[in-house]
């Protein structure tokens, strides 16, 4: 069974940063997509930051938190990251890591909160 264990959450206050990690239990070099999602009580599950490896890799962001927020991988520490800057209120949820692993299938790890507040 795949694991995804998370960490670097917390409480920041307004503009801070935070470092979220999430690190896998099988090798992430051949893993087709790596990403990280977010959830506030009583909405879905949105995508925050996603990396797509095709022919190319590719790097998705939602637009709240483009030019604020960097998605990263390394391969030898089978770790995904999540930086995390100039944080704001609407930022607070749980985050969650998503990972799909070549003829594995798709995992999600426990989440981790995240408050950002005064």
């Known amino acids: 069974q795949v694991q995804l264990v998370e960490s670097g959450g917390g409480l920041v206050q307004p503009g801070g940063s935070l470092r979220l990690s999430c690190t896998v239990s099988?090798?992430?070099?051949?893993?087709?997509?790596l990403g990280w999602y977010r959830q506030t009580p009583g909405k879905q599950r949105e995508l925050v930051a996603l990396?797509?490896?095709?022919?190319?890799?590719?790097?998705n962001y939602v637009d709240s938190v483009k030019g604020r927020f960097t998605i990263s991988r390394d391969n030898a520490k089978n770790t995904v990251y999540l930086q995390m800057n100039n944080l704001k209120p609407e930022d607070t949820a749980v985050y969650y890591c998503?990972?799909?692993?070549?003829?594995?299938?798709?995992?999600w790890g426990q989440g981790t909160q995240v408050t950002v507040s005064s």
């Open positions: 998503y990972v799909v692993l070549t003829r594995r299938g798709a995992y």
């Open positions: 099988e090798s992430i070099f051949s893993a087709n997509t």
């Open positions: 990396i797509i490896n095709s022919a190319t890799t590719n790097y």
